[in-house]
C-alpha cells in the first residue's frame, strides 16, 4: 500500500470512530474504496499536525467530503514539499464540484496553552463552532535513549502528550457551550491518532512510553 493509501486508510478509521464510514471499510494494494462527497457539509473540523503527511492528507480527505478545515501546524510549509494544505484543499473540493469554504491555516506550538487556546478561539471566531478535533500532531527524534537528551525527550511528550491534553481540553470546553446537533445530539467529538510505535520496540525511539500517553487515550469521544 502505497503513503496515499495509508493515509486515506488512516481517514477511514477516523471516520468510522465518528460513526460516518459505512460497516465495511475495503482496502487493497490501489488504495481505498471512495464514499460519496458531501457527508461532512457543515461541519468544522480542526486537524492537529495538519501541514504536513497524514494530518495533511486527512485535511484533505475532509475538505473532498465538505467540511470547513482549519489545519494546526508548527509551520505552513509541508515538510514532505509540494503544495501547502490550503491550495490542496482547494483543489479537492473543486474536483468534486463543491463550493469554496474559509479554511484556515494556525501556526502554533501544540504544546503551548495559549497558542492552543487561541486556535480554538480563531476557529470558533471565524466558523461560530468547532464540531471535531482530531489530534494528529506527533513528533519523534530517532535517537536511541542513550543518545536522547532531557530538552529532546520534554519536546516529544510536549507534543504527543501534553498537546493532546491541551487541544482535548480546550476542545470539551467549547463543545459544551455548544447545543446540541443532529439525531444524536452530538456538541462535538475528538479523534486521537496515536501510532503502531506506542507498543512497538524500535531501536531508532528512546523509549515506546513515549507516545503511550496518547495510545492510552480512547481512540475518539463525543461530548
Do not use: Y
Not at 470546553?173 to 439525531?183: C, D, I, K, S, T
Not at 512510553?209 to 495510545?215: D, Q
Amino acid at each position: 500500500m502505497d503513503a496515499g493509501a495509508r493515509a486515506l486508510f488512516r481517514l477511514r478509521a477516523v471516520e468510522a470512530q465518528l460513526h460516518l464510514a459505512p460497516p465495511s471499510i475495503m482496502c487493497a494494494v490501489s488504495g481505498v474504496q471512495q464514499l460519496s462527497a458531501q457527508r461532512l457539509g457543515s461541519k468544522i473540523c480542526l486537524v492537529t499536525g495538519g501541514a504536513s503527511g497524514i494530518g495533511k492528507a486527512i485535511c484533505v480527505q475532509l475538505a473532498r467530503e465538505g467540511a470547513t478545515v482549519v489545519a494546526f501546524d508548527v509551520r505552513r510549509a509541508p515538510r514532505e514539499g509540494g503544495e501547502d494544505v490550503i491550495s490542496l484543499m482547494r483543489a479537492a473540493r473543486q474536483s468534486e464540484g463543491l463550493s469554496p469554504q474559509q479554511d484556515l491555516f494556525v501556526e502554533g506550538d501544540v504544546s503551548n496553552a495559549a497558542a492552543v487556546a487561541e486556535a480554538v478561539a480563531t476557529t470558533v471566531g471565524t466558523h461560530g463552532r468547532l464540531d471535531v478535533l482530531v489530534n494528529n500532531a506527533a513528533k519523534m527524534n530517532g535517537h536511541t535513549l542513550l543518545d536522547t537528551s532531557e530538552e529532546e525527550w520534554d519536546e516529544i511528550m510536549g507534543v504527543n502528550a501534553k498537546g493532546v491534553f491541551l487541544f482535548s481540553k480546550a476542545a470539551v470546553a467549547q463543545f459544551l457551550l455548544q447545543p446540541r446537533l443532529g439525531p444524536d445530539g452530538i456538541r462535538g467529538r475528538i479523534v486521537n491518532i496515536s501510532s503502531q510505535h506506542g507498543s512497538a520496540r524500535l531501536s531508532c525511539m528512546p523509549m515506546p512510553c513515549a507516545l503511550v500517553g496518547c495510545r492510552s487515550l480512547p481512540p475518539a469521544r463525543t461530548c
